[in-house]
């Protein structure tokens, strides 16, 4: 499976912004959303399962602005990103498997960089 980040740039401080992840094919596991930040190990950020009930996971430094979602006919995985601050710049890497230990290497996908900023 191929995936293909879009969507990240520059905003300001409580801005947002949306992440979409397009697979190259149907994805039956679960999917989701891990970031690089400065400094930082790679971390999930959220993730969103694939087996109908649709249950999600966000870090709890996100949680309460950023809503994961899967259009499955699409091939797509979202990630809004609302009230973003300066801490959530980083790259963000969309992975078809969740969990992935391998995320941030650029395994599933080439990343893309979200940069919060005034």
């Known amino acids: 499976v191929q995936l293909v980040e879009s969507g990240g740039g520059l905003v300001q401080p409580g801005g947002s912004l949306r992440l979409s992840c397009t697979t190259s094919?149907?994805?039956?596991?679960?999917m989701g959303w891990y970031r690089q930040t400065p400094g930082n190990e790679c971390e999930p950020v959220s993730s969103?399962?694939?087996?109908?009930?649709?249950?999600?996971y966000y870090s709890e430094a996100v949680k309460g602005r950023f809503t994961i979602s899967m259009d499955n006919a699409k091939k797509t995985a979202f990630l809004q990103m609302n009230n973003l601050k300066p801490e959530d710049t980083g790259m963000y890497y969309c992975?078809?498997?969740?969990?992935?230990?391998?995320?941030?290497?650029?395994?599933w996908g080439q990343g893309i960089q979200v940069t919060v900023s005034s």
């Open positions: 992975v078809a498997d969740f969990p992935a230990p391998r995320a941030c290497l650029g395994y």
């Open positions: 094919e149907r994805v039956d596991d679960d």
């Open positions: 969103i399962t694939n087996d109908g009930s649709t249950s999600t």
